[in-house]
């Protein structure tokens, strides 16, 4: 009796799990982070076919896309719209669903973003807490890393 409880206790968590991500082995990967101590960028590949370079914001909501890597990915926006606070005050943007976004090898499914012209090259976009929230994360400033577990 007691060993179907724990099952039980097991697939009920397991099913109210919200979030989905992959890596491969190990507990922590660590994934190289550019910049210069203010800033952090990341590469990172979209829905498998896309690589580029990311700013990483923790701060973020979402993850957001550049129009110009949307288009690239030939996403389109689902017909909701939130609102977003910026520097330059609140706006509304578009919001598509990312098949995946794999930065240093951690993948998380269904990853909710935004399409916003802020994104200026070099950059493809932000990589925000709706891809972050996937993973516990840290950023090691000395050693210039990111932590997903």
Known sequence: MRGRIVLLALVALLVAMPLAADWAGGLQREVPLDGNGNTWLV???????????????????YCV??????RRLGVKASG??????????VVRAPVIELATVD????????????VHPAVA?????????SF??????GVDPRRRVLRLN
Do not use: K, W
Request: no cysteine; glycine share 12%.
């Open 65 to 70: 896309l550049a129009p110009t890597a949307a």
């Open 103 to 114: 930065v240093g090898g951690n993948r998380a499914r269904q990853v909710r973003a935004i």
């Open 80 to 89: 909701e719209n939130v609102e977003i606070r910026t520097a330059n005050g």
């Open 121 to 129: 090259p070099p950059l493809d976009g932000i990589i925000g807490l």
């Open 132 to 137: 972050l929230n996937h993973f516990s994360y």
């Open 43 to 61: 590469h990172a590949t979209v829905n498998g076919s896309m690589n580029g370079l990311f700013l990483l914001d923790t701060g973020a909501s």
